[in-house]
Nanobody, 121 residues
Framework: QVQLVESGGGLVQPGGSLRLSCAASGRYFRINAMGWYRQAPGKQRELVASIISGGSTNYSDSVKDRFTISRDVARNTVYLQMRSLKPEDTAVYYC???????????????WGQGTSVTVSS
């Protein structure tokens, strides 16, 4: 089984910054990609940013140039640095991992428990 532990959410004023972390633990053959999604009240969950094993990144248009996703391969941890935060960034942020299971090499997806980000004055 694989577990994802997230941290770093909280309350921040508009224009402020926060850094989210997500650490993966457990047995697996290889991580293909890690990403961050968010879900605001009354809205569907949406992709915020992702990073693949080769290091390429992808961002939603709404966070491009404000958020940066990065990964520490040795620590199996993905980060989301959020700057110039806006009230519309308020949501629960979820970490996601796309990996190959040990042994069977079956592709599997896991979610973190979510961390709340509130941007408000």
């Amino acid at each position: 089984q694989v577990q994802l532990v997230e941290s770093g959410g909280g309350l921040v004023q508009p224009g402020g910054s926060l850094r989210l972390s997500c650490a993966a633990s457990g047995r697996y053959f290889r991580i293909n990609a890690m990403g961050w999604y968010r879900q605001a009240p009354g809205k569907q969950r949406e992709l915020v940013a992702s990073i693949i094993s080769g290091g390429s990144t992808n961002y939603s248009d709404s966070v491009k140039d404000r958020f940066t996703i990065s990964r520490d391969v040795a620590r199996n941890t993905v980060y989301l640095q959020m700057r110039s935060l806006k009230p519309e960034d308020t949501a629960v942020y979820y970490c996601n991992v796309d990996l190959l299971r040990s042994g069977s090499l079956r592709r599997e997806y896991y979610w973190g428990q979510g961390t709340s980000v509130t941007v408000s004055s």
